[in-house]
């Protein structure tokens, strides 16, 4: 006996439609997870290696900074003796030899050498000094001795030093102007929070050009939440692309520029902090990122997120 096969019904092949379209999307969030937990995996990864060079820069620096000091107070003495020496050259009674220390004196340019022996020695600490708080940055930024447990940090000590560590993808394309309001400590996890302030402030250099241009933070207090602002006056975005900003991959940047994780980690950080992140631009005038954050971390307090 020969069977036919059965046309399914209208509304059953739209049901399979809809289920297949779900699976579709929930088949692509489990993509997008997966893409944000090894990004996130490589910034860990990242920050316990900047936290390990920071930790063995800072050493010799250590050393090296207590020797200038030592090295200093043995130039006092040194200047000392020499002054000692000077002053008692015209009272040598043999004239040949303080004719032979005159000459000596002018040949080597000792007055010259007492005023720039000091000047270099101050520029050397100057230098010493920047590269111990360019190391001291990147421990903060990293902060992988907090092992990612919640603790109270403050926000402006977190933007200052991801500013220092993107200082040079910034220097050469925009001012940067601080606004600070008066902010409590809140709780978080800061080197999450410094990934945000970071690509935020990196997403506004690289929207500013050809002429330099400016970037303003500013911050202020609302009561049980705090938040901050990264604005610029760079190229802005176009409407039909706000919606999408906050998607993974999703940038407007050229191949190659950008991965499009940037925004969408920040956002996924913020959310984890129970905060928002909000955004409004307008095309050729610039644009500002603002994030709010609750000053407690609500779940302590028995909130729910």
Known sequence: MKTMSRTPPESELISLQRANEELRALN????????????????????????????????????????????????????????????????????????????LRERVELDYLKQDIPALMAESKEGLSRVRKI?????????????????????????????NIVANEIKYRADVKREYGALPDIECLPSELNQVFLNLLVNAAHAIGPQRGLIVVRSGDAGDKVWVEVEDNGSGIA?????????????????????GLGLSLAYGIVQKHQGRIDVRSEPGRGSCFRVTLPVRRPSAEGGSA
């Not at 001795?145 to 403050?154: F, I, K, L, N, R």
């Open 28 to 103: 692509q969030s489990l993509h997008s997870a997966q893409d944000q937990l090894l990004q996130s995996e490589r910034l860990a990864s990242i920050g316990q290696l900047a936290a390990g060079v920071a930790h063995e820069i800072n050493n010799p620096i250590g050393y090296v900074f207590s020797n200038f000091g030592t090295l200093e107070a043995y130039l006092e003495r040194l200047f000392e003796m020499l002054e000692a020496y000077e002053q008692a050259e015209p009272a040598l009674a043999d004239s040949t030899i303080a004719d032979r220390l005159a000459a």
């Open 239 to 259: 409407p039909e692309h706000l919606a999408r900003i906050f998607d993974p991959f999703f940038t407007t940047k050229p191949v190659g520029r950008g991965t």
């Open 135 to 163: 190391v001291q940055d990147l421990k903060d930024f990293s902060r992988v001795d907090t092992h990612q447990e919640w603790g109270w940090a403050s926000l402006h000590q977190g933007i200052d030093s991801t500013l």
